[in-house]
T-cell receptor
Framework: NAGVTQTPKFQVLKTGQSMTLQCAQD?????MYWYRQDPGMGLRLIYY???????DKGEVPNGYNVSRLNKREFSLRLESAAPSQTSVYFC??????????FGSGTRLTVV | AQSVTQLGSHVSVSEGALVLLRCNYS??????LFWYVQYPNQGLQLLLK??????LVKGINGFEAEFKKSETSFHLTKPSAHMSDAAEYFC????????????????FGSGTQLTVLP
């Protein structure tokens, strides 16, 4: 089925550990996004990529890095995890029809 | 500053009653507007969107929304609530910007949790 695939679905990290969240899409969309969702705050944009080879900061980029590996894949890396990064992370893509398609999310807990 | 406001973080309605979820935005130029639904432990699913044209937009599952420029609003309604409508609903806005990837960014409201009572 066409869509956005995120891995892993769940992760527990210790403070200071690093990890990479993976996102792959098969919709042939140029734009990809990483959001975090926290209770009462909606979704906040971390980073986005307008096209292969480009990335830009969103609203809350501190503590994160991204890589747009190719048109299909957009990864999010936490170099040194902190408890404040406990959240649900969503990857999304958009094409020409303005709406986003979301992955099912990664639930990250930093202890 | 451009922003999206959803009035009411929690809304409860009885099954069969009208559902009204409110969304207002701040922008001097009409944006593109969206409503998404999120069921527990799932991603967000597009309910409906307004880009141009008719201001009353119909979406999936019997939901509709009306874009009112004078009120800078895009409220979501459903005439008769069903138990399966219980979920969190997000209003999102794509503010006008440069013709680049940045212009496709969506700004989300803080969400409204809808509870449907039997």
């Amino acid at each position: 089925n066409a869509g956005v695939t995120q891995t892993p679905k769940f992760q527990v990290l210790k403070t200071g550990q690093s990890m990479t969240l993976q996102c792959a899409q098969d919709m042939n969309h140029n734009s990809m996004y990483w959001y975090r969702q926290d209770p009462g705050m909606g979704l906040r944009l971390i980073y986005y990529s307008a096209s292969e080879g480009t990335t830009d900061k969103g609203e809350v980029p501190n503590g994160y890095n991204v890589s747009r590996l190719n048109k299909r894949e957009f990864s999010l890396r936490l170099e040194s995890a902190a408890p404040s990064q406990t959240s649900v992370y969503f990857c999304a893509t958009s094409g020409q029809t303005y709406g986003y398609t979301f992955g099912s999310g990664t639930r990250l807990t930093v202890v | 500053a451009q922003s999206v406001t959803q009035l009411g973080s929690h809304v409860s309605v009885s099954e069969g009653a009208l559902v009204l979820l409110r969304c207002n935005y701040s922008s001097s130029v009409p944006p593109y507007l969206f409503w998404y639904v999120q069921y527990p432990n799932q991603g967000l699913q597009l309910l409906l969107k307004y880009t141009t044209g008719a201001t009353l937009v119909k979406g999936i599952n019997g939901f509709e929304a009306e874009f009112k420029k004078s009120e800078t609003s895009f409220h979501l309604t459903k005439p008769s609530a069903h138990m399966s409508d219980a979920a969190e609903y997000f209003c999102a806005v794509r503010f006008p910007g440069k013709a680049s990837g940045s212009a496709r960014q969506l700004t989300f409201g803080s969400g409204t949790q809808l509870t449907v009572l039997p």
